[in-house]
């Protein structure tokens, strides 16, 4: 089996990896030279240099899994695509983009005989090793199609799920996200009211330690954060500033519409905003978690 995979960042290299180890001929295409030679000497893995050359080295009909960064790249490649793709073939746009947006892309693919699937794919920077979370919208035939390749990523054989429709994999993909930001601001909070505690001389890591043992906190967020606070309880050095990558605005906005109460994600929201240029470790600890779990950019203070 071939796949065509744009974007060959973060999450694209691993599942590049992961895709070529499961015996998937990969062709990969990035706009940046530097993702390409990473991957070349991964068995399976072909370079295409350009989007032309990648569509050229696949056999039809096609399939092109897209895993660039939501907004102007994923737009930019997917029109691209939609103009030089022939009916039978199948696009999978694993972005983290609106679901709105997504059930408009899909029909104008549709239309053109092309298959649409939107995953979401979860997992960070530890996926390539432990498996991707995938939650997949569109026809179940082009859903169907997919299962060699679902079945490379995912943690385990059947651990993926069709949540619906086009859109619905995107839809399900933002309400996680946003759950996200009310577990890590929770985290945050907690930890932030032991390091403030001045006559206990409490040790951060061992308590998370102890939590992730048994207890009905523990989840893989406080594996990593024991982690990182055993490298370095004090997190000097990270800026307490939190960026929010829009699914969490997305979910608010979503609520809203709704009318559903969600008063929790909502304050994680305006937590991050709020974090710019304030001293506080626990905006601190946020940031060193989105750096674990997906490889974020940390803020750095000056010295």
Not at 67 to 78: E, F, K, Q, S
Not at 192 to 205: M, V, Y
Not at 287 to 295: D, E, L, Y
Request: glycine share 12%; aromatic share 6%; charged share 20%.
């Amino acid at each position: 089996m071939q796949v065509g995979l744009i974007g060959l960042g973060r999450m694209g290299s691993g599942i590049a990896r992961r895709l070529c180890r499961a015996n998937i001929h990969v062709v990969g295409h990035d706009t940046g030279p530097a993702a390409i030679e990473a991957l070349a000497a991964e068995p399976g893995f072909e370079p295409a240099r350009s989007l032309d050359g990648l569509l050229l080295a696949l056999k039809a009909p096609r399939t092109v899994w897209c895993m660039l960064p939501a907004g102007d790249p994923t737009r930019r490649a997917l029109e691209a695509l939609l103009g030089k793709l022939a009916p039978g073939d199948r696009v999978v746009d694993g972005a983290n983009g609106h679901y709105r947006e997504t059930i408009a892309r899909a029909q104008r693919f549709e239309a053109a005989g092309i298959g649409f699937v939107d995953a979401g794919v979860s997992g960070g920077v530890w996926g390539l090793e432990q498996g991707y979370a995938l939650m997949l919208g569109g026809a179940a035939p082009d859903v169907t199609a997919l299962e060699r390749v679902l079945r490379a990523l995912a943690p385990a054989p059947g651990q993926w799920l069709h949540c619906g429709p086009a859109g619905a994999g995107h839809f399900v993909k933002m309400i996680h996200n946003g759950i996200e930001y009310g577990l890590m601001q929770a985290y945050a909070e907690g930890f932030a009211l032991l390091q403030a505690h001045p006559d206990f001389g409490l040790d951060l890591a061992a308590i998370a330690d102890n939590w992730t043992k048994g207890s009905v906190v523990r989840s893989w967020l406080l594996e990593l954060t024991r982690d990182f606070l055993a490298e370095d309880a004090s997190l000097f050095g990270v800026a307490p500033v939190v960026a929010d990558s829009g699914e969490g605005r997305w979910t608010a906005q979503e609520a809203i519409d709704r009318g559903v109460p969600a008063p929790v994600i909502t304050a994680a929201l305006m937590q991050r905003f709020a974090s710019q240029g304030r001293d506080d470790f626990a905006a601190r600890l946020l940031a060193t978690m989105r750096n674990r779990f997906g490889g974020h950019e940390i803020p750095k203070e000056e010295p």
